[in-house]
């Protein structure tokens, strides 16, 4: 029983890559890692300011007292950081930060949260989490 000669080009590996500049890798590196570290940071800080937020609009809304502006600015004010490390598309990102600062500049200026104010944001919240709960993971920011 003789064996087939083998081909000897049929299992080389490809040449390496050629290396790039130690400082060039190292700056793309370093720069990729502070974004992300950022990206996380805003994800938590977002996530954080509009759980307080959101917490106190609840509470009232099962408890029967009034707030005041101070828990919705910081729902609106998580709700802008959050979208700016979150929402990939840039032209929904801007719209929904644009809308986060405008009903907190407003809510500011009205000067005191109705009960159906918190419905609104209550019931908004809960349609934004099941958005996102059954949206398909998008691609991430680079």
Not at 46 to 63: D, Q, R, Y
Not at 106 to 134: R, S
Request: no cysteine.
């Amino acid at each position: 029983m003789s064996m087939p000669p083998k081909d000897p080009n049929q299992f080389v590996p490809p040449p390496p890559a050629s290396p790039s500049p130690a400082g060039e890798r190292d700056q793309g590196d370093r720069g990729s890692g502070e974004d992300r570290q950022l990206h996380t940071a805003e994800l938590m800080v977002g996530v954080g300011m509009m759980f307080v937020g959101f917490l106190n609009v609840l509470l009232s809304i099962s408890g029967g007292f009034e707030i005041n502006v101070v828990p919705l600015l910081l729902y609106f004010a998580g709700l802008a950081v959050w979208a700016h490390a979150a929402i990939v598309h840039p032209t929904v990102r801007y719209i929904v930060i644009t809308v986060a600062i405008a009903f907190g500049l407003a809510f500011f200026h009205y000067g005191e949260v109705l009960f159906w104010h918190k419905q609104v944001v209550f019931w908004g919240t809960v349609a934004m989490v099941v958005f996102f709960m059954f949206k398909t993971a998008a691609p991430t920011r680079q």
